[in-house]
């Protein structure tokens, strides 16, 4: 063991004659394992709710959307279906028809999208798993529809209520005169599921069979609004994009499930920055503390430092005793601190003890990365604030 660490070590777990010193190193110490605790658990509750949210994305978006660059709509031909079977990454693809509908139940209105999909819909998102009521879309029945939570509560529709079925309507596409008695194309649904998520996704859509939509929408065979594709890894979704987007050409648009998303990956990861930076400058603020409490054992053990020097020891040496001191300090505290912050992470996992509703607990997510975060961000600023506090020691101080 290094002389300035055995003394370091000696200085830090022995009390001082000072009683003012040793309440005040207590509360350095434990400034450090709040700061570190804090740090920890945001850092895991904003990782619990980043994968929260896109788990509900996975429900809402695919992997990768196709979509025309000109115009609503455009034709699947031979040479696009050629261009996915080629593409070994892509483990399904489905036809997807959707517009903009006026909706009409009862004597309640209401605006939203209609998506028509094809049968194996289910495999491209996990819309089915977040069904709250009811059942995805049986093919053996036709007219049938699964809707938003949101949505149903407007217009107070009831899901198997066999009395009067949703209208959804369309305006007829044209010019000129307009039949106000006739201008919308309409068909009627039965609902038989309803889905739960974001506000906004849970207000959007009306899902219906392709075959409905296409009928309701007057589209030809093979016309469709967007094709939508499940990859095997979604870890490919850039690359795959890129590599569909060049062999496709500009017609198309192609847009992974973040892209899909922009704003809203922007928000959860600028929310997460902002939150680790914030309750640094808490770490940094407890970490005077530590400055603070430093410079007292530096001047209480002033006589101590002079025999040290008269024994041989130079300036360096001593300044490394108290930075290794205020290194000790806050790595201890740091160790303590995210033991506390494991624990109440797994805690909270096992027993949900925080709820942001009845039925969901506040979702929180252990990583190796935050972990190592931590540690980084506290030891170097640990060692910062050592480096500040013996600066203050030099020739002349310890002579005088």
Do not use: C, H
Not at 197 to 211: D, I, M, N, Q, R
Request: neutral net charge; without cysteine.
């Amino acid at each position: 063991m290094s002389f300035p660490l055995y003394i370091a070590k000696r200085y830090l777990f022995t009390k001082t004659s000072s009683n003012a010193i040793n309440i005040v190193t207590i509360i350095a110490s434990f400034g450090v394992i709040v700061g570190s605790l804090a740090l920890f658990i945001i850092l895991s509750g904003f990782s619990g709710l980043r994968t929260f949210s896109y788990s509900m994305l996975n429900a809402s978006d695919p992997d990768i959307k196709i979509t025309s660059v000109k115009g609503k709509s455009f034709f699947i031909t031979d040479e696009v279906k050629q261009v996915l079977k080629n593409n070994q990454l892509i483990a399904a693809t489905s036809k997807v028809i959707e517009e903009r509908v006026f909706l009409e139940y009862k004597d309640k209105s209401e605006i939203a999208y209609i998506k028509g999909v094809e049968d194996n819909y289910s495999q491209i998102t996990q819309i089915d798993s977040v069904l709250s009521q009811g059942v995805w879309l049986d093919t053996t029945y036709v007219n049938t529809a699964v809707i938003g939570r949101t949505i149903a509560i407007k217009l107070s529709l009831g899901v198997r209520s066999y009395g009067e079925q949703l209208q959804i309507m369309v305006p007829k596409p044209g010019t000129g005169f307009i039949n106000p008695t006739n201008a919308f194309y309409k068909t009627e649904v039965q609902i038989v599921g309803l889905y739960t998520g974001t506000e906004e996704f849970e207000s959007k859509y009306v899902f219906v069979a392709l075959p409905q939509a296409k009928r309701l929408l007057n589209f030809k065979e093979n016309q469709i609004t967007a094709l939508e594709l499940k990859l095997i890894d979604d870890n490919f979704a850039d690359a795959v994009a890129n590599e569909l987007q060049e062999k496709l050409g500009n017609s198309y648009k192609v847009q992974t499930k973040e892209q899909l998303n922009e704003v809203f990956y922007k928000v959860i990861n600028t929310e997460n920055f902002v939150s680790y930076l914030i309750f640094t400058l808490i770490v940094i603020i407890a970490l005077f503390n530590v400055i603070g409490t430093i410079i007292m054992m530096i001047i209480d053990k002033k006589d101590n430092l002079k025999t040290l020097f008269s024994l041989g020891a130079n300036v360096k040496e001593i300044k490394k005793i108290f930075v290794l001191q205020g290194f000790l300090l806050t790595f201890f505290g740091m160790i303590i601190g995210l033991t506390l912050g494991i624990i109440l992470v797994f805690i909270q996992q096992r027993f949900e003890l925080f709820m942001i509703t009845d039925n969901l607990a506040y979702p929180v997510e252990f990583r190796i990365s935050n972990l190592l975060i931590v540690i980084l961000t506290i030891t170097i600023l640990g060692f910062i604030a050592a480096k500040i506090a013996s600066s203050r020691i030099s020739k002349e101080f310890i002579e005088n």
